[in-house]
């Protein structure tokens, strides 16, 4: 679907570029070797994981399998949420076009995929998997998502950030 055709796009039409509060998911999907599905982006030309917004009607788990697909060519399951980002200094993005964005990201790891990354859709400009201890350049709250899974694996303590 197209922004425009979008939840957040028909949002967008009657709102104009001012702050809204947007829910939704990010997934880090994880290889047996270690390395991590990233997207590069098309909007602000750096690295992140997948994920979206919500559309009506659906639930978190369902926004991120949907937006993993979307964006990579890959189909996930057996999703495991490990942390919840909403601190605003982190998660509130200014796009390119001066659209404001708080969001409430539901974050999710799985080892459970099939299929081969491929660049899916315009939001992306490359798809790979990458070693999550050499990360490219990220947008702030895609990287502190990746640091909030290593910090899960390594205590088990759902993260809050």
């Given at each position: ?69 979307e964006?990579?060519g ?18 509130t ?54 640091e ?14």
């Amino acid at each position: 679907m197209s922004f425009s055709e979008s939840y957040l796009g028909k949002l967008r039409a009657k709102v104009g570029s001012d702050t809204i509060l947007v829910p939704g998911a990010r997934v880090i999907v994880k290889r047996d070797d270690g390395h991590v599905l990233m997207q590069h982006r098309s909007d602000f030309d750096v690295w992140g994981i997948p994920g979206g917004n919500a559309e009506e009607g659906e639930d978190l788990q369902s926004i991120a399998v949907r937006e993993t697909l979307e964006e990579t060519g890959v189909r996930i399951w057996n999703l495991k949420p490990f942390g919840f980002g909403s601190d605003p200094t982190f998660e509130t993005i200014t796009f390119p076009n001066g659209d404001v964005c708080q969001f409430f990201a539901m974050m999710f790891y799985t080892s459970d995929f099939d299929g081969e990354p491929v660049v899916a859709d315009d939001e992306s400009k490359a798809v790979e998997w990458i070693n999550p201890h050499t990360l490219p350049a990220m947008l702030p709250n895609m990287r502190r998502s990746i640091e909030a899974f290593q910090e899960f694996e390594r205590t088990g303590v759902f993260q809050m950030i």
